[in-house]
């Protein structure tokens, strides 16, 4: 039987754990039950496929347990409607109250986060959450030391003709970095993540998307991301373990503002082929 346990009474022999088993080791026995192909256990990423596929909570994983998977409440599912309100409302906040974010929301962000998906279910993302204001302060000045280096050169004043605005306004006492946020989270990936760039974005995209549902707004800091990947100093400095090369820095804290329309995007360009 492997890792895999079949209530006899319970399984009705519906095969759809056979099927839906995405590395194909499930099959299904001479008397009707399912079962891990003989040496191919190896095969199983730990997916959980098989435990949210059988209706009637046959199966049991010996490291996915049915105790620790819940059922899906058919009365919190949204509509389309909701959905789609739900993505297209969300914004970037750029001023955020001088107000501390509880270590349990930000834990349950990161939680709510781990489900995005990541290749060959690695789930190799870690994160880092700086909410010192003074380790906060001292990064977006180093980021503004390099900025005011980088808009030396014409060349990248021509393809980001916003980054001087960014450098005169922390000249003026305004922190164009990080937005004064009480809270800098970074997700970050080890070298063994093969897709360790893309797993960590997903896993931010749902931190971002989750947080406006409890209250709170992220921002994602790009220009910090771009004297993190110049400046191995403040990489350290900012504390992102050595051995994680990938990395995405977000503000995270309280709006102080409040949005009333949407938007309308670019037309995204389609082919159908
Ligand atoms: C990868 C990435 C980096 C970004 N970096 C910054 C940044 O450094 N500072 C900032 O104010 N906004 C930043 N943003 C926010 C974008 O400006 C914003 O997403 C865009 O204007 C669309 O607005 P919305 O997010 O409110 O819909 C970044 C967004 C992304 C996706």
């Not at 990395?247 to 082929?273: C, N, Q, S, T, W």
């Amino acid at each position: 039987m492997g890792f895999l346990r079949i209530d006899r009474n319970i399984c009705k022999r519906d095969g759809f754990c056979v099927r839906e088993c995405p590395g194909t080791i499930i099959r299904m026995s001479a008397d009707g039950i399912p079962e891990v192909t003989p040496g191919r256990e190896a095969g199983c990423f730990d997916c959980g496929h098989c435990v949210a596929v059988c209706p009637y909570g046959a199966l049991e994983h010996e490291r996915i347990p049915s105790g620790n998977s819940p059922a899906i409440r058919e009365e919190l599912r949204i509509s389309e409607e909701q959905a789609l309100q739900f993505l297209r409302s969300r914004r970037s906040i750029r001023h955020f109250l001088n107000k501390p974010v509880e270590k349990e929301r930000i834990l349950k962000l990161i939680h709510g986060a781990r489900y995005a998906p990541t290749a060959g279910n690695g789930q190799l993302v870690e994160w880092l959450v700086v909410s010192d204001r003074t380790r906060l302060k001292e990064i977006s000045g180093l980021t503004v030391d390099w900025l005011r280096e980088l808009v030396k050169d014409p060349q990248v004043l021509a393809t980001s003709p916003y980054l001087p605005a960014a450098v005169a306004a922390w000249d003026a006492g305004y922190d164009s970095v990080l937005r004064d946020a009480p809270v800098l989270v970074i997700a970050t990936a080890p070298k063994e993540a093969i897709n360790g760039m893309v797993d960590l974005t997903l896993a931010l995209s749902y931190f971002d998307l989750l947080a406006p549902a409890m209250g709170l707004g992220t921002c994602w800091a790009g220009l910090l991301q771009g004297a993190l990947l110049h400046l191995p100093s403040l990489k350290r400095f900012a504390g992102i373990p050595e051995r994680n090369p990938h990395h995405y820095p977000i503000m995270l804290g309280y709006p102080d503002a409040k949005y009333y329309r949407v938007p309308e995007r670019k037309e995204p360009k389609v082919r159908f082929v």
